[in-house]
């Protein structure tokens, strides 16, 4: 994953801390806001995956867009005001994207979220990139958007 994060991560606006365990995590925090990002490598090489790329992408890609929205405290799919999905597959390779964004007031303050999965199947390697913030200040939703599409610019399709 160093190949992916480290470059990015150094330039980012964002205070990083990175955890590397086969997953690596990075905690983000800005001065009105924080959330998290995490990026796995997986050789699938070995697997008996039965499905075709496209339902590989979908499911797994499914399933971590909903586990990252889960850790947004006081967010629920109502909350999100921007939602985009798309997988593109050719033959053996395939990538997916899903993403939301959230603006939400309870009339003393506003908050701001953004939460995307980006993942790659491609010579039988799985990489998968997810993040989610949530801040009271729209140009920190903005940065970290940015930021994790400069970390989705890493992974080779």
Do not use: H, P, W
Request: overall charge negative; charged content about 30%.
């Amino acid at each position: 994953t160093a190949g992916i994060t480290d470059e990015v991560i150094k330039k980012a606006d964002f205070e990083c801390e990175s955890a590397k365990n086969g997953t690596e995590k990075i905690t983000v925090k800005g001065k009105n806001g924080g959330g998290k990002i995490e990026v796995s490598v997986m050789d699938i090489s070995a697997s008996t995956l039965k499905n075709d790329v496209e339902n590989v992408l979908g499911r797994y890609g499914d399933y971590s867009y909903d586990q990252i929205k889960g850790g947004m405290k006081g967010v629920n799919n109502e909350d999100f005001t921007t939602n985009y999905r798309m997988i593109t597959s050719v033959v053996s390779k395939g990538k997916y994207q899903r993403y939301g964004a959230i603006q939400k007031t309870d009339g003393m303050s506003t908050q701001f979220g953004y939460a995307e999965v980006y993942a790659v199947i491609r010579d039988n390697k799985l990489t998968v990139i997810s993040g989610q913030l949530l801040s009271t200040d729209m140009t920190e939703r903005q940065n970290f958007s940015e930021l994790i599409k400069q970390l989705d610019e890493k992974v080779e399709y």
